[in-house]
């Protein structure tokens, strides 16, 4: 471990540690390293499993590092390790750096919609991040499950948002019937036009319908 923490001091910079103590401002600024997150894929190579283990971590790079390793496993040792790290997860950049490969060779929905459901709301987020990863396996049913989920706080609305934005690519007519039926909360709903609209990958003539709706 005292390796480790050499190789991610010797990894900062201070310019880093200032634009990621910017971007994650739920994360005490003194667990800050400031490691660019080529360096951390790269030294996550290099990181026994072992470490999974050890929590809580010290840093918010070795939080990092922690979803990097558990994107590597198999699918059902990913849905473990996930779950054993929930308690642990404080800010958007290491949720959504959760992204097992695995979870690309079968049907992990339901496993989704559990996450949805957690009291924590970066657990709720993390359920949110991995159905947009995964929306074209089964887009009405994650629309529905999103939608169902508890939205109110800020990383959990954006998520939402980003996820139906998404959704758009595949389902357009499902996701404007709920911006025009005003299904999604008032905060949901304010935040998917916006994405939607900066989207480079959402159509025109859809763009156009939800600009209509502001």
């Known amino acids: 471990m005292k390796d480790l923490n050499a190789a991610l001091k010797a990894s900062a910079t201070a310019k880093h540690k200032a634009f990621s103590e910017k ?3 739920t994360v005490a600024p003194e667990t800050i390293l400031g490691v660019p997150m080529p360096a951390l894929r790269k030294l996550a190579k290099g990181v026994d499993r072992s470490f999974l283990a050890d929590l809580p971590h010290a840093t918010y790079e070795e939080n990092i590092l922690h979803s990097l390793l558990i994107n590597g496993l198999p699918a059902e040792e990913a849905l473990d ?4 790290f929930l308690p642990y ?3 958007w950049a290491v949720v959504d750096a959760l992204d097992p490969r695995a979870f ?4 992990y929905i339901e496993d989704y919609i559990r996450l949805m459901k957690s009291p924590a709301p970066y657990g709720r987020r993390l359920g949110i991040v ?11 049913r994650l629309m ?3 939608e169902a989920a508890e939205s109110g706080h800020y990383y959990v609305d954006m998520a939402m948002a980003w996820f139906f934005a998404e959704a758009a690519l595949y389902e357009p007519e499902a ?5 025009e039926e005003g299904t999604l909360s008032p905060s949901v709903h304010k935040k998917t036009i916006r994405k939607i609209k900066e989207s480079r990958r959402v159509p025109p003539a859809v763009k156009a319908r939800v600009r209509a709706l502001q």
Not at 104 to 107: E, F, S
Not at 133 to 139: G, I, Q, S, T
Not at 175 to 179: E, N, T, Y
């Open 175 to 179: 996701v404007l019937r709920r911006l």
């Open 144 to 146: 529905n499950a999103v």
């Open 89 to 91: 997860l404080d800010n």
């Open 81 to 84: 390790a996930i779950h054993t």
């Open 23 to 25: 971007l994650i401002p």
């Open 130 to 140: 991995l159905a947009l990863r995964h929306v074209k396996e089964d887009p009405e």
């Open 104 to 107: 690309y060779k079968g049907d």
